[in-house]
């Protein structure tokens, strides 16, 4: 998720001080991916040394109002108009977490994916529930959006941890165990001598 662009994209539709940006944010996104204040003014910052926003007026209770420059417009045109490209393999702890598991000595794989699977199952429910409110305004809409991205992502979680447990279990409970390499890596930290 980039939060930068999105604030540039808040800010093309009028100067904002950091609050506003945040409470702009979460009315745009459901409040599904909170912002804490301080990500946001260090991305302002970070927007104005690329020449992207500037500092504008400063009202009577000391906000400081930012504004686009013609060079973030141009920037959100683009990434509106440019894919979301997926770079590369996200590093995803559970996918991490049960190919490391799957290749030690005496754990039982299938008990982490049955508590898994439960915990996705259970914010599956939840997800879903909160799909089934109204959604008869933009801010609403906004919000079932990402919500069913959510769904999506959960039903995925859930059917990647069957398929998971299937593939294992073709495979004998310690056939997959990898003992510690005996081969040293050839960069690392040196030993430190010795004190006497």
Known sequence: ??????????????PCYGYQLRAEFDRRTGSTWPLNV???YNTLDRLERDGLVEKGE???QGHVFWEI???GSAAV?????????????TRDELAVKLAVASTLPGVDVSTIIDIQRESSATHLRALRAAAGLPANGPEELARSLVVDS???????????LDHTERRLAQHPGQALSL???TERPRRGRPARPAVA
């Open 150 to 160: 959510m769904i999506f992502a959960a039903e995925a979680e859930v059917r990647w």
């Open 1 to 14: 998720m980039s939060v930068r662009q999105s604030l540039l994209a808040i800010l093309d539709q009028g």
């Open 69 to 71: 420059t013609d060079a």
């Open 58 to 60: 400063v009202d009577e």
């Open 77 to 89: 045109r683009e990434w509106l108009a440019a894919p979301v490209v997926r770079v590369g393999a």
């Open 179 to 181: 003992a510690l390499s």
């Open 38 to 40: 301080g990500q946001i």
